[in-house]
């Protein structure tokens, strides 16, 4: 299994990129995001999604691994196939989706094309939980305003009170304004503040 492609970008259009690896170019099927994310780089890493059918073998390519597990959780949804789940993806960021998904939002997914209300009730009943578990709607949405290098840090430190049985919702959004505060605190620093707060 490919987990991600990283090379030089040979062609570039907001469906998909050519990177070339090597001498070896890639075709990958891209989202709106992923295109804005990489559109001003001359090299980029995609991570993989691998589609193989008895006709086609496609490749799908994504910025961020969150993105791709987006994709994953909605290539998951009966009658939802890669697609229409790039469509989505390229409607929404990551961080919209995660939102619209949590609040049930079905007028929403139904804007996008090919999209119609039975499958958004599905993405919606599907995928609530599962937003939830890897939290991208929060993280997504605090991650333009974070100083660099703090991801992994919020991560943990999420990750820590939702194990100490706090809703991930409002502990991402305490962690996130702790390290906006001061990027330079430690992961237990972090969490001791966070339950003061909670």
Not at 11 to 28: F, K, N, Q, R, S
Not at 38 to 52: G, K, M, S
Not at 89 to 98: C, I, K, R, V
């Amino acid at each position: 299994m490919i987990e991600y492609i990283k090379g030089n970008i040979d062609e570039l259009t907001p469906a998909w990129a050519v990177i070339d690896c090597h001498g070896v170019g890639y075709l990958l099927y891209i989202s709106l995001n992923t295109y804005t994310s990489i559109q001003r780089h001359a090299e980029t890493r995609l991570y993989v999604y691998e589609a193989i059918r008895d006709d086609a073998y496609q490749l799908y390519g994504f910025a961020t691994r969150e993105e791709r597990e987006l994709f994953l959780a909605l290539i998951s949804v009966s009658g939802i196939g890669g697609q229409i789940a790039r469509t989505v993806l390229s409607a929404f960021t990551p961080a919209e989706l995660g939102r619209i998904i949590q609040d049930g939002n079905e007028r929403m997914l139904r804007s996008v094309k090919g999209i119609g209300p039975k499958a958004a009730q599905r993405i919606i009943v599907d995928l609530k939980d599962k937003v939830k578990a890897f939290g991208t709607a929060a993280t997504e949405q605090g991650a333009g305003a974070l100083p660099a290098g703090t991801g992994q840090t919020v991560d943990e430190a999420v990750a820590a009170l939702t194990m100490l049985g706090f809703p991930p919702a409002p502990s991402q959004k305490t962690v996130l304004q702790i390290v906006k505060d001061d990027p330079s605190l430690a992961v237990e620093q972090i969490i001791k503040q966070a339950l003061k707060m909670l």
